[in-house]
T-cell receptor
Framework: QQQVKQSPQSLIVQKGGISIINCAYE??????FPWYQQFPGKGPALLIA?????SEKKEGRFTISFNKSAKQFSLHIMDSQPGDSATYFC???????????FGSGTKLNVKP | GAGVSQSPSNKVTEKGKDVELRCDPI?????LYWYRQSLGQGLEFLIY????????KSGLPSDRFSAERTGGSVSTLTIQRTQQEDSAVYLC???????????FGSGTRLTVV
């Protein structure tokens, strides 16, 4: 059973546009929701994370929106740039247990 | 070191051979994880070490896979009698025991021919 479902599988956005990636989870005990960015040949790197006590977190051009009742969260990349082209993974964990469940990834291509 | 170090970065092996993959976590990180990433797929949890506690081996796909962590630091993932379906990128990550995001290494790309 997949604990975290991610969509879309791939995404093409024009430079300057908004990229939106969505994730849904089942386990209501999850209390930490990070997003990771992965460039080819590299390991995933933590991009931004949110706890369920807030509905939104913004860091620069990256925003996480969190809907606890719907058990969904999303990553928004504003003013998308070609350098943002990468694979993005959402994840969820019970923070004290420290084990992460990852979505299947979204390959983002930002066209110049 | 400054980051999580994995070696080798690439490994090509013949079907049936054993392989060892090494992970050197960030100094002071007590938690260490191994994940597997198949081509175009997400990250599949394999095993988790936390301090001196018994490891969580619930993600190991078969008894051909094993891992150990010596002295609470370096970890080795061993795959015995490799099969073609073992071909993937094996990622190691570490973190402080208090939680928060992982720091991943760059992975070992294993190709079984």
């Amino acid at each position: 059973q997949q604990q975290v479902k991610q969509s879309p599988q791939s995404l093409i956005v024009q430079k300057g546009g908004i990229s939106i990636i969505n994730c849904a989870y089942e386990n209501t005990a999850f209390d930490y929701f990070p997003w990771y960015q992965q460039f080819p040949g590299k390991g995933p790197a933590l991009l931004i994370a949110i706890r369920p006590d807030v509905s939104e977190k913004k860091e620069g051009r990256f925003t996480i929106s969190f809907n606890k009742s719907a058990k969904q969260f999303s990553l928004h990349i504003m003013d998308s740039q070609p350098g943002d082209s990468a694979t993005y993974f959402c994840a969820a964990s019970i923070i004290n247990f420290n084990k992460f469940y990852f979505g299947s990834g979204t390959k983002l291509n930002v066209k110049p | 070191g400054a980051g999580v170090s994995q070696s080798p970065s690439n490994k090509v092996t013949e079907k049936g051979k054993d392989v060892e993959l090494r992970c050197d976590p960030i100094s002071g990180h007590t938690a260490l994880y191994w994940y597997r990433q198949s081509l175009g797929q997400g990250l599949e949890f394999l095993i988790y070490f936390q301090g001196n506690s018994a490891p969580d081996k619930s993600g190991l796909p078969s008894d051909r896979f094993s891992a150990e962590r010596t002295g609470g630091s370096v970890s080795t993932l061993t795959i015995q009698r490799t099969q073609q379906e073992d071909s993937a990128v094996y990622l190691c990550a570490s973190t402080f025991s208090t939680g928060g995001g992982y720091t991943f290494g760059s992975g070992t790309r294993l190709t079984v021919v």
